[in-house]
C-alpha cells in the first residue's frame, strides 16, 4: 500500500509557477475556504493560492502547530485534541479565526485552510463574515481518493521554521530534511502516523464531509480533481477561482 512509484516530473522550483506568471497580470482578491480530506493538499495549494490572489492563507492548523511549537496555554490545549486527530473545540477555534479575519490584511480578501470543520463552525463563519460586513465567495472541495491521501500523508515533512509542506517522494528538498526555502529542519507530524491518520479521516467523514452538501446546496461550492503533480492542480484551483474573484 505505501510503496511509491510517482511519476517523474518537473519540480515545481525548477520553473516559473502559475502564480508568479499570474502576479505579472495584475492581482485579483478572493474569499475562499478549501475543504477536503486530511492530505488532500489544502496547506500545499493554499501557498501558491495566497500569494497568487495576494490574500492571507489562514490556516487553524498552521495556527495550532505554531502554538504547540510555542508551549502557549492554546498550544497545550490543541496538542491534546490534535494528538488524538480529533477536533480542538469548536469555541476556542471559533475565537481564534474570529480574532485572525478581523485583522487588516485579511479585509480585502482570505483563503481559509481548515475552517470550517463542521456545520457549526461554518455558521459560526456566517456569523464572523456577517459581522465584517462581508460574504464567502466560494468553497474549493479538493477531491482525491483514499489511496492517494495515504501516499500523500506517509511521505509529508514539514519545515520547523517556515512551515512549508514537502513530501518525500512527491516534492522532496535538495538535502534530506533540511527545507530549500529557509534552511529550517524538516520534521513528521505527530498527527501522521497510521493510526491517527486513520482516525482523522473518520473525523473528517463524519463531521467535515457534510460541509460539501451545505455550501453545495448553497451554491457556493466547486469541486476539482486534486489529483495529479501539484502544479497541475495549481493551475486547475487558480482558474477554478479566479472566476469568483473581484
Ligand atoms: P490540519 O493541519 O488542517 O490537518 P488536515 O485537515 O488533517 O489536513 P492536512 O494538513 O493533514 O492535509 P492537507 O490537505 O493540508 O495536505 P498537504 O498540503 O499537507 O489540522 C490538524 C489538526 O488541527 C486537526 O486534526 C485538528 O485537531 C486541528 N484543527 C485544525 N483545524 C481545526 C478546526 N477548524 N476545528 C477544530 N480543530 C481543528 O499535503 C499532504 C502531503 O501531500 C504533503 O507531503 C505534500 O507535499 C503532498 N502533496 C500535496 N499535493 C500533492 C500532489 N498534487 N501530488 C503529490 N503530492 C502532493
Ligand atoms: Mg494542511
Redesign the pocket.
Known amino acids: 500500500m505505501l510503496a511509491l512509484d510517482?511519476p517523474a516530473r518537473q519540480s515545481v522550483r525548477e520553473r516559473p509557477t502559475v502564480a508568479a506568471k499570474a502576479n505579472d497580470e495584475g492581482k485579483r482578491r478572493v474569499r475562499v475556504v478549501?475543504v477536503?480530506?486530511?492530505?488532500?493538499?489544502?496547506?500545499?495549494?493554499?501557498e501558491f493560492i495566497a500569494e497568487h490572489f495576494d490574500i492571507p492563507k489562514i490556516?487553524?492548523?498552521?495556527i495550532?502547530?505554531s502554538n504547540v511549537s510555542g508551549g502557549s496555554d492554546l498550544g497545550k490545549l490543541?496538542k491534546k485534541?490534535?494528538d488524538?486527530?480529533?477536533?480542538?473545540?469548536?469555541e476556542?477555534?471559533n475565537a481564534m479565526?474570529r480574532d485572525r479575519l478581523a485583522q487588516d490584511d485579511a479585509k480585502a480578501g482570505f483563503l481559509l485552510?481548515?475552517?470550517?470543520?463542521?456545520i457549526a463552525?461554518a455558521y459560526e463563519l456566517d456569523s464572523m463574515l456577517g459581522d465584517l460586513g462581508t460574504t464567502l465567495d466560494v468553497v474549493l472541495d479538493?477531491e482525491v481518493d483514499n489511496e492517494?491521501v495515504v501516499?500523500?500523508?506517509s511521505?509529508?515533512?514539514?519545515c520547523k521554521k517556515c512551515g512549508h509542506?514537502?513530501?518525500?517522494?512527491?516534492?522532496p528538498p535538495k538535502v534530506e530534511d533540511v527545507c530549500d526555502k529557509c534552511g529550517g529542519e524538516l520534521y513528521h507530524?505527530d498527527?501522521?502516523y497510521p493510526e491517527t491518520v486513520r482516525h482523522?479521516l473518520d473525523?473528517?467523514v463524519s463531521q467535515?464531509r457534510p460541509l460539501i452538501e451545505f455550501y453545495d446546496q448553497r451554491k457556493q461550492l466547486v469541486g476539482m480533481d486534486?489529483?495529479?503533480?501539484?502544479e497541475?492542480?495549481t493551475e486547475r484551483a487558480i482558474e477554478s477561482l479566479a472566476a469568483f474573484a473581484d
Open positions: 510517482p478549501l477536503g480530506p486530511p492530505g488532500a493538499g489544502k496547506g500545499t495549494q493554499a490556516s487553524t492548523g498552521d495550532f502547530r490543541a485534541y490534535m488524538a486527530g480529533d477536533l480542538v473545540p469548536d476556542v477555534t479565526v485552510d481548515g475552517f470550517p470543520r463542521n463552525q479538493l492517494e501516499r500523500r500523508l511521505g509529508r515533512r514539514l509542506v514537502w513530501h518525500v517522494e512527491f516534492d507530524r498527527d501522521d482523522r473525523v473528517y467535515t486534486a489529483h495529479g503533480p501539484v497541475d492542480v
